[in-house]
């Protein structure tokens, strides 16, 4: 069978099951620790970012990962929990509604901090920056979200999730956003050059060989 690593530049690990993605980045974590204490900064010094769902929250491997990070101290880690309580078969109320998961994660010895809404892009940076300023403690930011917005019929529910928003949802999308809805696969302008990282990377890769 072909082998399945590297097979898409900078994307060097891929998982399927819930909390599995969790655990890989307190993998990285240990890594950066372990190759910075042995290297020193000037060779190892980067944080670990995660975005992190309901459901990764709701499984074992999470909690147990969670625990491990938090009694080793990894501060460079910083994880943004999407917090949009919606599951694939529907609210999280019907299997997860009682649980504070910020009590939880300073339980485990986190540093967490809370936004109230995932839109506002500067209440995010200010949180990301204090995150990645506090060292002594892997970092969540609980980011309260609304999945599938601004679909009209389909925002905040299951419907969108795990299922396409259908053609006359996505146009309705289009036209809240100010897009055409009559172009097919529309990536604003600039939008590529600010997400394409590969150039940066390859040359920030180079500098530091």
Known sequence: ERDRVHVTPGVEVTTGPLGQGFGNGVGMAMAERF???????????????????????????????????????????????DDNRISLDGPTSWSYEGEDVTKRFE??????????????????????????REEERPSLIRVRSIIGWPAPNKQNTSKAHGAPLGEDEVRATKEILGWDPDAHFLVPDGVYEHFTAVPRGGALQGEWE
């Open 35 to 81: 190759l910075r204490e042995h290297y020193g900064r000037e060779v190892q010094d980067h944080h670990v970012f995660a975005i992190v769902s309901d459901g990764d929250l709701m499984e074992g491997v999470a909690a147990e990962a969670a625990s491990l990070a938090g009694h080793l101290g990894l501060g460079k880690m910083v994880y943004l929990y």
């Open 107 to 132: 339980a485990y010895r986190w540093h967490v901090q809370e936004v109230d809404d995932a839109n506002d892009l500067s209440a995010l940076e200010v949180a990301i920056d204090k995150a990645m």
